[in-house]
Nanobody, 119 residues
């Protein structure tokens, strides 16, 4: 069975930095895409950043130049380095993993980690 666990959330002042980690574990499987979503109170969940198996990345416009997603395939781990944090970045951040089983894929979600940016 696959498990996805996030860590690294916390509280910082505007302009500060945090680094989120997400580790997938379980039996042998093929991870295609790992990504980060976030959901603020009263708002819809949105994609923040994603990284594909070949290390291609995608970011939502609001975090470009501030956030960096990276991946360690040997450890089945994805990271989100968040710099120059703003109050509007405050949200629960969720890790999502897309795993192929042959030609079939399945999505797995972490439990979420809280990021709070305030003065």
């Amino acid at each position: 069975q696959v498990q996805v666990v996030e860590s690294g959330g916390g509280s910082v002042q505007p302009g500060g930095s945090l680094r989120l980690s997400c580790a997938a574990s379980g039996s042998i499987f093929n991870i295609n895409v790992m990504g980060w979503y976030r959901q603020a109170p009263g708002k819809q969940r949105e994609l923040v950043a994603a990284i594909i198996s070949g290390a291609s990345t995608n970011y939502t416009d609001s975090v470009k130049g501030r956030f960096t997603i990276s991946r360690d395939n040997a450890k089945n781990t994805v990271y989100l380095q968040m710099n120059s944090l703003k109050p509007e970045d405050t949200a629960v951040y969720y890790c999502n993993v897309k795993i192929y089983h042959g030609r079939v894929y399945e999505y797995y979600w972490g439990q979420g980690t809280q990021v709070t940016v305030s003065s």
